[in-house]
């Protein structure tokens, strides 16, 4: 009883050494390159050219293939930092706080992409880039969220401090993530309502490419998140001697 | 389709190829800023093992002096 009750948590503390995941990683990383690259041909193929044209929006729906999946990491991706900020607070464990510094950088990119994406679409489907309502306020202060967390975490020369400090705030602007998931449905916005998986709001010959591509992104963010995971990790133990062995110089 | 219709995309070829462009270019500088901080983090350690290795000769410098 005691054996499999340790077993089952082993993950847990594999997951909780840096040198295992630096180790174990670098199998991974091949793999999981592969498997994206792989679902991003599909994905591409259907969302430039194999998939429909709207009948309304032309061919600017094929923007929906990229903005929504980028939309739809940059709020996991908030909602995993601060999942790990939970994790490195209650367990002070290490490595939920390195996962927490790694995941912020690669969460901008995405809501950055999610913006530009969405002003380039708006462009030519409402007449306007920008207009300051709900969806888009709150995805906007989603970024300053990110931008904010990483000039905290490093405005601290203790990184204990840093990491609590960061972590505070990751938890604490957590509370943005069903503001902007919720925009659409509480406030009357320009942005369209929810429809991703539901039932026939969206056309079979474009949900599936669309869940191609947003399969194809969240291993491509899972990638991200493991390559600069690395780097925090050497970043962190630069001094020990595992590492020293491990890396080349 | 012709080469030239798949690139105009109707009239929104503008928008869409920015859009997929952009994305690119933003994922590509990231893996760019990657490499640039493992070079550096890298280099910190390099140049602190030299001190460690300096450390060490002049302590046993000092003994054989001694």
Request: glycine letters at 6%; charged letters at 15%; a positive charge.
């Given at each position: 009883?005691?054996?499999?009750?340790?077993?089952?948590?082993?993950?847990?503390?594999?997951?909780?050494?840096?040198?295992?995941?630096?180790?174990?990683?670098?199998?991974?990383?091949?793999?999981?390159?592969?498997?994206?690259?792989?679902?991003?041909?599909?994905?591409?193929?259907?969302?430039?050219?194999?998939?429909?044209?709207?009948?309304?929006?032309?061919?600017?729906?094929?923007?929906?293939?990229?903005?929504?999946?980028?939309?739809?990491?940059?709020?996991?991706?908030?909602?995993?930092?601060?999942?790990?900020a939970?994790?490195?607070?209650?367990?002070?464990?290490?490595?939920?706080?390195?996962?927490m510094r790694?995941?912020a950088?690669?969460?901008?990119?995405?809501?950055?992409?999610?913006?530009?994406?969405?002003?380039?679409?708006?462009?030519?489907?409402?007449?306007?880039?920008?207009?300051?309502?709900?969806?888009?306020?709150?995805?906007?202060?989603?970024?300053f969220l990110y931008l904010g967390f990483i000039a905290l975490h490093s405005s601290f020369?203790?990184?204990?401090k840093a990491d609590r400090s960061a972590a505070i705030l990751a938890?604490v602007g957590?509370?943005?993530?069903?503001?902007?998931?919720?925009?659409?449905?509480?406030?009357?916005?320009?942005?369209?309502?929810?429809?991703?998986?539901?039932?026939?709001?969206?056309?079979?010959?474009?949900?599936?490419?669309?869940?191609?591509?947003?399969?194809?992104?969240?291993?491509?963010?899972?990638?991200?998140?493991?390559?600069?995971?690395?780097?925090?990790?050497?970043?962190?133990?630069?001094?020990?001697?595992?590492?020293?062995?491990?890396?080349?110089? | 389709?012709?080469?030239?219709?798949?690139?105009?995309?109707?009239?929104?070829?503008?928008?869409?190829?920015?859009?997929?462009?952009?994305?690119?270019?933003?994922?590509?500088?990231?893996?760019?800023?990657?490499?640039?901080?493992?070079?550096?983090?890298?280099?910190?350690?390099?140049?602190?093992?030299?001190?460690?290795?300096?450390?060490?000769?002049?302590?046993?410098?000092?003994?054989?002096?001694?």
């Open positions: 009883m005691a054996n499999s009750s340790m077993s089952s948590w082993r993950w847990f503390h594999q997951l909780g050494s840096p040198k295992w995941f630096y180790q174990k990683s670098a199998k991974w990383l091949p793999w999981l390159w592969a498997i994206t690259t792989m679902l991003l041909a599909f994905g591409l193929y259907y969302s430039l050219y194999a998939s429909p044209v709207d009948y309304q929006q032309g061919n600017s729906v094929r923007i929906m293939y990229i903005h929504v999946p980028a939309a739809a990491l940059s709020m996991v991706g908030y909602l995993s930092m601060a999942v790990c939970v994790i490195g607070l209650v367990w002070k464990m290490k490595m939920s706080f390195m996962a790694a995941i950088p690669i969460g901008a990119l995405f809501t950055l992409i999610t913006l530009f994406t969405g002003s380039l679409w708006g462009l030519p489907t409402w007449g306007t880039w920008w207009e300051w309502d709900a969806r888009m306020t709150s995805e906007l202060v989603l970024l020369s203790d990184r204990n938890i957590a509370i943005n993530v069903p503001i902007i998931y919720g925009s659409v449905k509480w406030w009357n916005t320009l942005h369209q309502a929810y429809s991703v998986t539901k039932k026939g709001a969206i056309a079979p010959e474009m949900q599936t490419p669309l869940f191609i591509m947003i399969g194809a992104f969240y291993l491509l963010f899972a990638i991200m998140v493991i390559v600069r995971l690395r780097l925090e990790i050497i970043n962190r133990e630069a001094k020990s001697k595992w590492l020293q062995a491990e890396i080349t110089l | 389709m012709t080469l030239q219709e798949f690139f105009a995309m109707g009239n929104h070829g503008f928008y869409v190829w920015w859009s997929y462009g952009l994305t690119l270019l933003v994922i590509v500088l990231l893996f760019i800023g990657f490499a640039w901080y493992k070079k550096q983090l890298l280099n910190k350690i390099k140049s602190f093992k030299r001190e460690i290795g300096q450390k060490a000769r002049s302590v046993k410098t000092e003994k054989i002096s001694d």
